[in-house]
């Protein structure tokens, strides 16, 4: 059996005795409290059969799962097209992938956040709902692009990887044969046809910006929500809520997670995990 990851040990010392329990595993700390406090409200007895870990990224979820098949992963969607879902979940059928960006996209829709907010937090905010929702929605726009961008540039290092890039013309045999090294350039840079690749983006922009596609929707599923969170969302509650003692993003995510309510995007999970 090959060596566990230090992740999946820790994982595997939660479940005492050893097959008490099982585990669903998450991306990271964050995701962890955010999931744990969705069991907590939509299931208070979780516990009772599951635990939640932490597996320190995506990439770790899935290896946990391809040696623990009784137990359960969740990972944000993040830049993955449908097929590439479809391929992964079918490989892994333990595999659940969220139905928004990331974990923080349940953190930046207005009308999601607004009730999170306490009544003497709202009444601070001058214009009320309205103007927050101006407020958070504002760079929309420009997030949208930013978020195209990224679904179409960072699967690039995991292709080219695949192709090969960098070991396969690092082999002392691969650098005796002019041939094999001019083969194996010309495939990478083909691969990074930078027409191609632009190409693409805009005709995922054209997509993403049509009228047809409501706001809600571009900011829960296109817009880096991890990102936006932290760039956008918590320096403007920062702004409206407090001016003058500013709190890291870390606050306003650990604040909002307390009041998170049950999101009924977790109900297939939930069955998967067979809670009552």
Sequence with gaps: ???????????????????????????????????????????????????????????????????????????????WDSSTITQLTTQLPSLHVLPRYCMESYFILPREVWPLLTTSEQAKISGGYPA????????????????????????????????????????????QSDQTIQAKLQEWDAYLDSTTIFNDFQARLANAIR????????????????????????VTLNQLLKPLNAEPAEYWLTELTKNSPAHSDFAPLWADMQLP
């Design 211 to 234: 009228p047809t596609l409501p706001d809600e929707q571009k900011l829960a599923t296109l817009v880096h929500g991890k990102s936006f969170f932290r760039a956008h969302v918590s």
């Design 1 to 79: 059996m090959n060596q566990l990851s230090a992740p999946h040990r820790k994982i595997r010392s939660l479940i005492n005795p050893a097959g008490s329990r099982r585990a669903l595993v998450v991306e990271g700390d964050d995701d962890k409290v955010f999931i744990e406090r969705q069991l907590d409200t939509a299931h208070p007895g979780w516990r009772a059969k599951w635990v939640v870990g932490s597996a320190t990224g995506k990439t770790r979820v899935l290896d946990i799962l391809d040696l623990e098949p009784t137990w359960l992963g969740l990972v944000d969607s993040d830049e």
């Design 132 to 175: 927050f929702v101006s407020a958070i929605m504002a760079p929309l726009a420009s997030w949208v692009r930013h978020g195209v961008l990224w679904q179409v540039v960072n699967p690039l290092w995991a292709g080219l990887k695949a192709k090969g890039f960098k070991d396969a013309l690092l082999d002392i045999t691969a650098a």
